[in-house]
């Protein structure tokens, strides 16, 4: 039986193809996807959700979240993502779209209420949508099954020295998910900038013939200039990680660790602070963190899914 699952997204490029991959996985039944502020502004990742229903061929209930961090000002990632974070390829939305009003914290209280123990949150995304949710809710993390999440970094980041995007661009956001007490499942840097699409690959894609394969090609021209100009021998699929762990944990090398986010820092906000490599002293271990994957495998899924779209 499929598990149920919600997506928080930031679509953006990686995202897109992270909704695509859990959309074509038949273990997984997507009960409703919000979207933050974070690659690019609310009012895009919004609008690129639900364009991901048109190319999916699906109807999921997309609900829009915060517009900004908790206390911060927006940083998005238009260096990657592109203007509009699908790399500023035209996206359609579908022709008959029910759009939702309600505000993503509510709508993802209501469904966990209603697979109390069961739903898992897969969060793409600086975590802004969910800690609100948590203030709102005291008892939505006990309420969820497992929280996956794409974000932080044992050692470098992405976007400062230290700190990934998603978790540098709203540090009290997540160091509140991370304290929720929640299972929680960390994919960071470590393991997600070793799933990387070739530049072959990129051409492969276009060859399936369909328009998802097109869409994918085409956003992914962008962050394919832009981590070759940094030296990357492909384009990182960070995001189809936790979504790959939820299906294939067995592609995945993991290990408990304490991880807490650095809100203070000058140099190292966002930091995700883990005892993986020290003294191991952290009082609790409050997340899974997931270290390693068989990239070739995660790839080839990630291709047969795009593949398989109309
Ligand atoms: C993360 O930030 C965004 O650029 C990606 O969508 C991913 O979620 C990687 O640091
Ligand atoms: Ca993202």
Known sequence: MAVPVWMDVDTGIDDAVAVMLAHTLKEIEILGISAVCGNT???????????MNRLCNSAYPVYAGAEKPLFRKPVHAAYVHGEN?????????PEDE?????????????CAKEHEGELRLIATAPLTNIAIA????????????TILIMGGATTEGNT???????IYADPEAAQAVFL????????PLDVTEKVYLLEEELEELKSFGNEAGRFVHDSLQKPWAFHKKKGHPGIQMHDSCPVLY????ELFKAEEAGVYVETKGSVTAGKTVTDLYSDKQFEKKNALVVLDADSKECIRLIKE?????P
Not at 85 to 93: A, P
Not at 134 to 145: T, V
């Open 41 to 51: 502004s609310l009012k895009n990742s919004f609008q690129n959700t639900r364009a």
């Open 85 to 93: 974070g699908l790399g500023d390829v035209e996206v359609k939305l």
């Open 98 to 110: 029910t759009i939702r009003t309600e505000v993503a914290w509510d709508a993802l209280y209501a």
């Open 134 to 145: 948590f203030a709102k809710y005291p008892d939505l993390p006990g309420m969820l099954n």
């Open 160 to 166: 400062t020295p230290c700190a990934e995007f998603n």
């Open 180 to 187: 929720c007490g929640a299972k929680i499942v960390l994919c």
């Open 246 to 249: 939820l299906v294939h944990p």
């Open 305 to 309: 899914a795009v593949k398989s779209l």
